[in-house]
C-alpha cells in the first residue's frame, strides 16, 4: 500500500504539490490522470524518493519512508524519458536492475525472466540491439521492460505509452491490464489520456494543480464527476454542458429559453446552473425527453457519426450510429432525445474554479 499524507514540494515559486493525500490499495492498479504540470511526475518521484517533500510523509506498507533510501523503499520507476543506457544493447538494459548487489538473480534465472518480458512487450528480436539503434517506441518499451523484469513492491509508470502509435498503445494497455490481474504488483500509473485511465485503473485519482480532485471508480468517475473540469476530461466527444437558470417549478431552462428540462436534482429556483449531457447519452428519435435543433456538421467516425445539432444558440455533440444519420444534412430539422437520469447539474462555471456538480446521481 502506498499513502501520500499532506506533501507538499515547491521549486522556488512553483508549488509542484499542494497538500497532496493519496492512498493506492495492496495489487491496486491506480491511474492518476492529469494534465501538464499537475504534478503527476513530481508526485511518482516522491514516492520513489527521488524528490523529497517539504511537508508531508510517503508511506509504503504502512512505513514512513522520511528516512529509507530510494533503492531501499522496493519500488520499480518507468522513466518518460526511458533512462536508458544508450550505447548496451537492450539486453543489457533490461539485465540491469537484476545484476545489482540487491536485486541480483543467478544468470538462468535471469535470462528466463528476460525473455519472458522481451516476448510478452514484442521486443524479442532487438535483443542485441544498442539501444541507440532503436526507435523511440521501442526504447519504450525497453524502458517498461526493465521496471517489469525486476521484482517490486510497486510499479510506478510515467506515461510510459506516449510514444507508442496508436495500435501498439491499444495492445500494450491490454498487456498492461493482463501483467496487472496475473501479477496484483500495486501500481501508480501516470497518464494525461482519459481512455488510459479508464481502461487500465481499477480506480482513478484526478489530479490538478497539485492536489487531489477526484478519486473513484471509473463509474464514479463517469456518472458523477466532482467539477465540469473532471467531466469534461472524460469522454470523446467532450461532454456537452449548457448554460442556464433553475426555473421556479424545478426545471432547468437555458440562457437562451430555447431549451427546458425537468430535473431529478433539486436547486434553489434561479441559480445560474450547467446541464452535463454526455454525446453517447442522446439520442435520434428514442425514447426519453424530446429536443429538437437542426444539423450544424456531421463527421464520421467509423462506424458511428458525430452529429453537431444547434439547439437555440448552443450547439450540442452526439453520437450516432451511421445508420440512423443516412442523408442529414446541414439545416436539416432533428429530434433528438434524452432521458432524466443521464443529465448532470453544476454550479455555473466561475472564473476562480471550475462549477462543481449538484446533488446526487
Not at 501538464?36 to 518521484?45: F, Q, R, V, Y
Not at 523511440?136 to 517498461?144: C, F, I, K, P, T
Not at 507508442?164 to 497518464?191: F, H, N, P, S, W
Not at 473532471?230 to 456537452?240: D, H, L, M, Q, S
Amino acid at each position: 500500500m502506498i499513502g501520500l499524507r499532506g506533501i507538499r514540494k515547491t521549486y522556488g515559486r512553483v508549488t509542484a504539490l499542494d497538500g497532496l493525500e493519496l492512498e493506492v490499495q495492496e495489487g491496486e492498479f491506480f491511474c492518476l490522470l492529469g494534465p501538464s504540470g499537475a504534478g503527476k511526475t513530481t508526485t511518482l518521484k516522491t514516492v520513489a524518493g527521488l524528490e523529497l517533500p517539504d511537508a508531508g510523509t510517503v508511506e509504503i506498507d504502512g512505513k514512513d519512508m522520511r528516512d529509507v533510501e530510494p533503492y531501499d523503499r522496493g519500488v520499480a520507476m518507468c522513466f518518460e524519458s526511458y533512462a536508458l543506457y544508450p550505447h548496451r544493447s537492450a539486453y543489457d538494459n533490461l539485465a540491469s536492475p537484476l545484476r545489482s548487489p540487491r536485486h541480483r538473480l543467478p544468470a538462468a534465472e535471469a535470462r528466463e525472466r528476460i525473455g519472458a518480458i522481451a516476448e510478452l512487450l514484442g521486443i524479442s528480436g532487438l535483443l542485441d540491439r544498442p539501444v541507440g539503434q532503436l526507435s523511440n517506441g521501442q526504447r519504450q518499451r525497453v524502458a517498461l521492460g526493465r521496471v517489469l523484469v525486476r521484482p517490486a513492491r510497486a510499479f510506478l509508470l510515467d506515461e510510459p505509452l506516449s510514444h507508442l502509435d496508436a495500435k501498439l498503445r491499444q495492445q500494450m494497455r491490454a498487456e498492461l491490464k493482463a501483467i496487472g490481474a496475473v501479477q496484483r504488483t500495486t501500481t501508480l500509473y501516470v497518464t494525461h489520456d482519459s481512455v488510459e485511465a479508464l481502461a487500465l485503473g481499477d480506480r482513478i485519482g484526478v489530479i490538478r494543480e497539485g492536489r487531489i480532485v477526484q478519486t473513484g471508480t471509473r463509474e464514479e468517475i463517469w456518472y458523477r464527476p466532482h467539477d465540469t473540469e473532471v467531466a469534461r476530461a472524460f469522454g470523446r466527444p467532450r461532454i456537452n454542458l449548457l448554460p442556464g437558470t433553475v426555473t421556479e417549478d424545478g426545471g432547468f431552462r437555458s440562457a437562451d429559453g430555447k431549451v427546458e428540462l425537468p430535473l431529478s436534482v433539486k436547486a434553489p429556483a434561479g441559480t445560474a446552473v450547467l446541464v452535463g449531457v454526455r454525446p453517447r447519452d442522446i439520442a435520434l428519435n428514442g425514447q426519453g425527453l424530446e429536443l429538437t435543433g437542426t444539423v450544424y456538421v456531421t463527421e464520421v467516425l467509423g462506424r458511428a457519426v458525430e452529429v453537431t445539432v444547434r439547439l437555440g444558440e448552443q450547439h450540442v455533440s452526439l453520437v450516432a450510429p451511421r445508420a440512423d444519420t443516412t442523408g442529414l444534412r446541414p439545416d436539416d430539422p432533428v429530434r433528438l432525445t434524452v432521458r432524466p437520469e443521464n443529465l448532470l447539474l453544476f454550479e455555473a462555471d466561475r472564473p476562480e474554479r471550475p462549477g462543481r456538480r449538484i446533488g446526487k446521481r
